[in-house]
């Protein structure tokens, strides 16, 4: 590292995170790209109108939407400590809407698998999300979605590996994007 990764690094492991691990392991191959990335990240995981339930419950969406192993493994331990129960984490890995979520919970679900499988979110949907929580909060939440498909997308593009001996949960989407081309027809190109 030359002295201004160096500052980046050692900012970031005496923040809240304590350590640099995922993304930022490759954002810091640019200093500058890095600190923002991480400013921004910490910000969003930490200082937002939602709680850390909340927040954990639109991470582990976006990951699962975004088919990153790392970032699905990462804040399923992190989802775990914030009281999400195993039921509502097995359903999000299954793709399911869990069952028995407060009002507020189920809002943020809502929400998140709207704004991961649309790209936007349907007047119905907002409204609800609308009566829960103030117009802050429903930015702060777009932001904090935007933000881990950006983590995710790193992660995946990157390959950033899990821990040793630690299984994937799915596969990387470009693996399957490339089993199933295997086994598909070659398309026909225009000539």
Not at 27 to 53: I, K, S
Not at 107 to 128: C, I, K, P, Q, W
Not at 130 to 147: I, K, M, N, S
Not at 168 to 175: G, M, N, T
Request: glycine residues 4%.
């Amino acid at each position: 590292m030359d002295a201004e990764q160096r500052r980046v690094h050692d900012q970031i492991v005496s923040g809240p995170r304590g350590r640099i691990q995922g993304p930022l392991r490759a954002a810091l191959y640019n200093a500058e790209l890095a600190d923002r990335w991480q400013a921004l990240g910490e910000l969003l995981r930490y200082r937002t109108r939602l709680t850390r339930r909340q927040s954990e419950l639109a991470i582990l969406l976006t990951g699962r939407a975004c088919q990153s192993p790392f970032e699905w493994y990462a804040h399923r331990q992190e989802a775990e400590k914030a009281g999400i129960e195993s039921a509502v984490i097995d359903a999000l890995l299954a793709r399911e809407h869990p069952q028995g979520l407060d009002a507020d919970d189920d809002a943020v679900v809502r929400f998140a698998a709207e704004l991961n499988r649309f790209n936007s979110v349907s007047d119905a949907t907002y409204a609800v999300a609308l009566q829960r929580f103030d117009a802050q909060t429903l930015v702060e939440l777009t932001a904090l979605v935007g933000y881990y498909t950006m983590v995710a997308m790193t992660l995946n593009a990157h390959e950033i590996p899990l821990p040793a001996g630690v299984e994937p949960a799915f596969p990387l989407p470009q693996h399957q994007a490339v089993q199933d081309a295997a086994a598909a027809p070659a398309p026909q190109r225009p000539r």
